[in-house]
């Protein structure tokens, strides 16, 4: 995956840089995803391989401003994905993050993580992929949501691209720069919030 930037008008160019003390807000990417949803029966009967199971969903509409994000409002989202899906939050080891590179948006999705998982929030490895293909709007949450699964199929968590300064504000793990292995990845969060606190969180098993 190329890495995505955009121009000011003097002609310098300027990286998607989430949870980055230099972000400068986010970058506009084009792209498409396709997912196949079937049930595991119908799958081998196929004789496909699984990547991942969609095994639990939370959403929630805070309403609290157009552009800018509720802490309680993501946070709810990411609880209910959990409850409904039955996992305790220490079982979950990487989430996708919604984070575009704005200085509104990322630390409020990273206080609604530390809320949302509490202490376990420590050990979770957190990045966001639009740091690589940008934000595709309406196609960002399916992207993300095969990003996620491919995560868990090979056991192995997509970096944050362009993160050298940490916002002190992010202080969580966001892999950045450089993906890992993780043999133990078991499962993940993928993350969507948008304008006007409409959000949306998956939760997926590796297969």
Known sequence: VGVIAKEHADGAEVSCRPFDSERTGLVLGEGAATLILESEERAAARGVECLAEIVGFGASSDAHKLTEPSVEGQERAMLNALEDAGLP???????????????????????????????????????????????????SGALECGITALALHEQRIPPTANLTVPDPECDLDCVAG???????????????????GSNATLVLRRA
């Open 89 to 139: 939050a220490d079982a979950v080891g990487y989430i996708n993050a919604h984070a575009t590179g704005t200085p509104a948006g990322d630390p409020i999705e990273i206080e609604a993580i530390k809320r949302a998982f509490g202490r376990d929030a420590q050990g979770l490895a957190i990045s966001s992929t639009k740091s690589m293909h940008g934000h595709l709007v309406g196609a």
């Open 178 to 196: 450089v993906g890992r292995d993780a043999p133990d990845l078991e499962a993940a969060l993928s993350n969507s919030f948008a304008f006007g």
